[in-house]
């Protein structure tokens, strides 16, 4: 039992400590550019499937960001 909690301080202390602004700014920015991917995939006939796969990842991204954005403020 002890292993896991020796495992969670060392993954909250390297989440913490890693997440930089830097990071979150290229995460949002991944999101950004991939939601106005799926707008030009909107446009396009037949790409509904790859629009709607771009709306995913830039959901992803951005539940990322925010995420490590709060654990990092709350584990401070």
Known sequence: MSNIA????????????????????VFFATALVARVLASVLEKHNGRASEAKFAKKIAAGY???????????????
Request: charged share 5%; proline share 0%; no cysteine.
């Open 62 to 76: 951005t539940v990322a960001a925010i995420g490590l954005w709060l654990f990092s403020i709350i584990f401070k």
């Open 6 to 25: 020796y495992y969670w301080q060392k993954l909250a202390y390297l989440l913490v400590h890693q997440t930089t602004l830097w990071l979150l700014l």
